[in-house]
């Protein structure tokens, strides 16, 4: 998790997304790509009703008042600014970590999935929640596309994180057969993050669940985990019961394996992750797994 990309629309939730990749980036010896997508006119998702008046504190041009490619240039250079001016701040938050900037003109999703191939980026940090022309990213549809599609993991930053130490993440598991096969994604996180302890969760819905506390650690001698803790806990819904013992812990980090296939466990598929990555108080890291 060297290469990380921020999607940025120079939101507050989008820069404490950018402040928690600087801290990263400084503590496993990363780098940062800062981005940012640009949406023409005839692009049908494009929200220009923000454009003309003062977003996140600053003037945008108005789009009715010039012609296309004019407004095209004037959001590019205001755009590049704003980008040096987060670059400026790097220096003095994370003095070494390497800062690049860019801009994608393409529709908003796209952009950000062509630019992690395009720089070959293994981690992508994003807020949960914008306010400026890229509001509808943060928020919603586009959020879980980018949990659901993104080819490397996706860390949600939800709240600022002043200090973003990871010491304690939860994993959230039903330790099904399926479930060993995410085993490879949560110990390359464990490299990242070797002090910290980890909480093996499992979250009963039902009455007659079978899963205690017993199978927690047959599951973690069978991968050699070290450094743990488990717990079972009763909630109505996976995701409470998720986001609640992560507040109970005080968990720096959740992490939540996901599959797309329809008949692994509920816990495995995608839209678990992004009901967890979109509400809960710490980030959330999602990643695919085979």
Do not use: W
């Amino acid at each position: 998790m060297k290469n990380l990309l921020v999607p940025t629309d120079f939101s507050t939730e989008s820069h404490n997304a950018y402040e928690v990749a600087l801290q990263l980036a400084k503590q496993t010896g990363g780098r940062v790509t800062l981005l940012h997508v640009l949406e023409t006119p005839e692009m049908a998702t494009a929200n220009f009703s923000t454009y003309g008046g003062p977003v996140n504190g600053v003037d945008l041009p108005n789009y009715n008042a010039i012609a296309d490619e004019e407004f095209i240039i004037r959001l590019m250079q205001m755009t590049k600014l704003r980008m040096h001016a987060y670059k400026d701040e790097a220096a003095r938050l994370a003095p070494g970590v390497p800062v690049q900037d860019t801009v994608e003109i393409a529709r908003i999703g796209d952009g950000i999935l062509a630019a992690i191939e395009k720089h070959g980026i293994d981690l992508v940090v994003m807020g949960a929640q914008g306010h400026g022309a890229m509001e509808h990213f943060f928020v919603g549809s586009n959020t879980e596309r980018m949990i659901r599609l993104a080819s490397c993991p996706v860390l949600t930053v939800k709240h600022q994180q002043p200090e973003f130490n990871v010491r304690t993440m939860v994993f959230p598991s039903d330790f099904s057969p399926e479930a060993s096969r995410a085993v490879a994604g949560l110990q390359r996180v464990r490299v990242a993050f070797p002090n910290a302890t980890l909480h093996l969760l499992h979250v009963a819905t039902h009455d007659h669940d079978a899963v205690d506390q017993h199978q927690l650690q047959a599951f973690a001698t069978r991968h050699h985990l070290t450094h743990y803790k488990t717990a079972v806990v009763k909630a109505e819904r996976l995701s409470s019961g998720i986001e609640a013992y992560a507040q109970q812990v005080q968990a720096d980090l959740v992490l939540l394996p996901t599959h797309a296939h329809s008949g692994l466990s509920t816990l495995l598929r995608t839209s678990i992750a992004e009901a967890v990555a979109t509400h809960a108080f710490p980030p959330v890291l999602t990643y695919h797994f085979q």
